[in-house]
């Protein structure tokens, strides 16, 4: 099917990454001090909106809200979420295109339902039930005064999937995202045509030699290979010694200065953010 013609058949927008924790407040501080990151918007202990910099924007939410989730037990994994402006008629859309829809929940203020797919958690579609709410109200606010990041470049969040083309196929059919660019089989990046936050589609096998849903190194090993933040830096070594002195514990700088440089921090609930910088040899 062909993206721009899903793409017409609904409203949505990407809105954020959302993160789970049990230790909702030592997860906030975190964002806020170590990484330096401003919270917009507050509910309790159980809720934060986060801008990174100006450069995305992701929602720090209390494992307790995740469906299934027992105290003590594995932090729900980080999964997307999409704005809609109409909720009710987004999700017939939605269904027409081919979707799996849970049933719309919530209550007066934030109603959302699910799509159920392949890739990871069901994604999360929501919508105000008010345009004067206060986070929206918070967000916008932010929005407006927010120049541009003096730390990141473009921002995005990284799906990892163990069939790049069956993925591709089904968030540009089913959802109506294009291919704005890509690296052979390995790494997409995907947009919805009207612009707006990106996202990425990457091969877990074929990148960390591993299969999706069961990574064999890092924070996650044997558990479900990670939704996450990524931001490509201005200056990678600053920033990795920014985070070090911070008390952030990133891991170390990895790659070669002349071609692309990586790290990864992952927050007390396991969360995990990575930042790349191409060099001179690398991709621009």
């Not at 990174?52 to 307790?64: N, R, T």
């Not at 997409?188 to 009207?194: H, N």
């Not at 290979?225 to 201005?234: M, N, Y």
């Amino acid at each position: 099917m062909d993206a721009a013609i899903s793409a017409d058949a609904h409203g949505l927008s990407v809105a954020e990454v959302v993160c789970y924790a049990e230790d909702w407040t030592a997860c906030r501080d975190f964002y806020r001090d170590k990484l330096g990151w401003a919270v917009m918007f507050e509910f309790g202990d159980q809720y934060a909106t986060i801008s990174c910099d100006g450069a995305y924007q992701m929602s720090l939410v209390s494992a307790q809200w995740a469906a299934g989730f027992e105290p003590g037990g594995p932090t729900p994994a980080a999964n997307l979420s999409f704005q809609s402006m109409d909720l009710a008629t987004d999700r017939e859309l939605l269904i027409g295109l081919g979707n799996d829809c849970t049933e719309i929940s919530g209550d007066p203020s934030m109603l959302s339902f699910g799509i159920n797919h392949s890739y990871g958690e069901p994604l999360i579609i929501w919508q105000d039930a008010t345009a004067d709410v206060a986070a929206t109200q918070a967000v916008e606010a932010h929005d407006a005064s927010a120049g541009t990041s003096g730390r990141y470049g473009m921002a995005e969040a990284l799906v990892f999937v163990d069939n790049l083309p069956e993925a591709t196929e089904w968030y540009t059919a089913r959802l109506g995202f294009d291919v704005k660019s890509e690296h052979g089989e390995i790494y997409k990046t995907l947009q919805l045509p009207g612009g707006g936050r990106l996202l990425g589609l990457m091969d877990w096998a074929e990148w960390w030699g591993g299969s999706a849903g069961t990574p064999t190194t890092g924070d996650n090993a044997g558990g479900v290979a990670p939704l996450r933040l990524c931001f490509e830096c201005l200056d990678i070594a600053a920033e990795h010694e920014r985070l070090v002195v911070n008390g952030a514990e990133p891991e170390d700088l990895q790659g070669e200065a002349s071609d692309l440089q990586w790290f990864s921090v992952a927050d007390p609930a396991g969360n995990v953010v990575t930042f790349w910088q191409f060099g001179a040899g690398g991709q621009v």
